[in-house]
């Protein structure tokens, strides 16, 4: 089972960079999807940015492309953002989660949007 | 791209039925079948209710269905209980820029 760990959050000046990390503690991370999330607070969900399994294919919003890139290391069953020039209204937790995959007819098949495990979430913070 | 439009809150008795609905446009709800929702209670990390429209993981209550007719998409809680007070958030799949679209979330208070 996929259990997920973020880290990297923390306070950061407007216009700095930071690296968030999630672990994955399962054995079939190179299967998986993986997205990240983030809540603003008191606000709702706002996706931000997705690879895929491989690692070859990778999707931002626009309200992050040009500034977060995605990434991930399949040995390492770890997924990774890179954030630089942050903004205050970057400001939210950030959430890691993986794709749901299904098995039907012999085929396996992710579900885009179906975000099934999720980290706990960690803080980041741009003052400005 | 603009969020999917879901209504700030509803409400209802226990036992009774409610409905949520999540408005998108033809670039998303309207052309794909990849319409899941989420529930999150405060503090918490969303946990996954329904993915294409009507499939529930497992482990999921069967009190929770989904539906979609042309732009629009919709969740149902049946048998409403004290512990489906929460926050409800739809998202799509989007043929625009972006890949996803999150609804604007739902607060669901149980009367």
């Known amino acids: 089972e996929v259990q997920l760990l973020e880290s990297g959050g923390g306070l950061v000046q407007r216009g700095g960079s930071l690296r968030l990390s999630c672990a994955d503690s399962?054995?079939?991370?190179?299967?998986?999807?993986m997205s990240w999330v983030r809540q603003a607070p008191g606000k709702g969900l706002e996706w931000i940015s997705t690879i895929s399994a491989s690692g070859g294919n990778t999707y931002y919003a626009d309200s992050v492309r040009g500034r977060f890139t995605i990434s991930r290391d399949n040995s390492e069953n770890t997924l990774s953002l890179q954030m630089n020039s942050l903004r205050a209204e970057d400001t939210a937790i950030y959430f890691c989660a993986s794709t749901l995959r299904y098995c039907i007819g012999g085929g396996c098949y992710s579900s885009p949007g179906a975000f099934d495990i999720w980290g706990q979430g960690t803080m980041v913070t741009v003052s400005a | 791209q603009s969020a999917l439009t879901q209504p700030a809150s509803v409400s209802g008795s226990p036992g009774q039925s409610i409905t949520i609905s999540c408005t998108g446009t033809?670039?998303?709800?309207?052309?794909?079948?990849?319409v899941s929702w989420y529930q999150q209670y405060p503090g918490k990390a969303p946990k996954l209710l329904i993915y294409e429209v009507n499939n529930r993981p497992s482990g999921v209550s069967n009190r929770f269905s989904g539906s979609k007719s042309g732009n629009t998409a919709s969740l149902t809680i049946s048998g409403l209980r004290a512990e489906d007070e929460s926050d409800y958030y739809c998202i799509s799949y989007t043929s625009t820029t972006t890949l996803y679209v999150f609804g604007t979330g739902t607060k669901v208070t149980v009367l």
């Open positions: 399962g054995l079939t991370f190179s299967t998986y999807a």
């Open positions: 033809s670039n998303d709800i309207g052309v794909y079948n990849y």
